[in-house]
């Protein structure tokens, strides 16, 4: 199975997604894809020999990622903190075969703008009791594809919302690879 990243930033989920399947028979991280040339997930990439491809929302509106991923064989496209939204076409063509991870419990605090710290502070001001994270498949609906998987970690009051943060991330590394691998069956 090829797999394919995508991702906006830093890309510390994706390092750990490349080290889970780094010596893997049935699946390999075949590219890793940005958006900001200057994305940090990029040098990751290299560190692991995996290629790189960069474009803007213009071309990938414009079909140019979908093709890259079909020419590259990609069998499951993996998204790792990925700010735009994916254009209906590419969701399409890789119906059910793409898989998202949401820094809270969906359907709580889904949607636009609910990324980085926001969600975190959003978590925090709403008093909840716990917060966590969703791994699910990709519709056109955004955050609404199925739900695969679901961790959660209780909130204290005096939690600030980088303390949040902190806790979710560990949360997202400690389960991600794992269940792309039972996903994809690898
Ligand atoms: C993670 O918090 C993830 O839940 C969200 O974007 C962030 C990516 O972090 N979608 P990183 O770039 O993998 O460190």
Same mark, same amino acid.
Do not use: C
């Given at each position: 199975?090829?797999?394919?990243?995508?991702a906006?930033?830093?890309?510390?989920?994706?390092?750990k997604?490349?080290?889970y399947? @780094?010596?893997s028979?049935?699946a390999?991280?075949?590219?890793?894809?940005?958006n900001?040339?200057?994305?940090?997930?990029?040098?990751?990439?290299?560190k692991?020999?995996? @290629?790189?491809?960069?474009?803007?929302?213009?071309?990938?509106?414009?079909?140019?990622?979908? @093709?890259k991923?079909?020419?590259?064989?990609?069998?499951?496209?993996?998204?790792?903190?990925?700010?735009?939204?994916?254009?209906?076409?590419?969701?399409?063509?890789f119906?059910?075969?793409?898989?998202?991870?949401?820094?809270?419990l969906?359907?709580k605090?889904?949607?636009?703008?609910?990324?980085?710290?926001?969600?975190?502070?959003?978590?925090k001001?709403?008093?909840?009791a716990?917060t966590?994270?969703?791994?699910h498949?990709?519709?056109?609906h955004?955050?609404?594809?199925r739900?695969?998987? @679901?961790?959660?970690?209780?909130?204290?009051?005096?939690?600030?919302?980088?303390?949040?943060?902190?806790r979710?991330h560990?949360?997202?590394?400690?389960?991600?690879?794992?269940?792309?691998?039972?996903?994809?069956?690898?």
């Amino acid at each position: 199975k090829r797999l394919a990243i995508l991702a906006s930033g830093s890309g510390s989920n994706a390092e750990k997604i490349m080290e889970y399947f @780094q010596h893997s028979h049935q699946a390999e991280v075949a590219l890793v894809a940005s958006n900001k040339t200057d994305a940090f997930v990029l040098e990751r990439a290299k560190k692991f020999g995996v @290629q790189t491809f960069t474009f803007s929302r213009k071309e990938m509106e414009a079909g140019i990622l979908t @093709q890259k991923l079909i020419d590259e064989n990609i069998d499951w496209v993996i998204l790792a903190g990925f700010l735009l939204k994916i254009p209906d076409e590419l969701t399409r063509t890789f119906s059910d075969r793409m898989v998202n991870i949401h820094p809270a419990l969906l359907p709580k605090y889904g949607g636009k703008g609910m990324y980085g710290m926001h969600v975190h502070q959003a978590v925090k001001a709403a008093g909840d009791a716990e917060t966590g994270i969703t791994i699910h498949l990709v519709n056109e609906h955004y955050d609404e594809g199925r739900i695969i998987f @679901q961790a959660s970690t209780p909130i204290g009051p005096e939690d600030s919302p980088e303390d949040i943060a902190q806790r979710v991330h560990a949360l997202e590394h400690a389960h991600f690879p794992r269940v792309i691998g039972e996903l994809i069956g690898a």
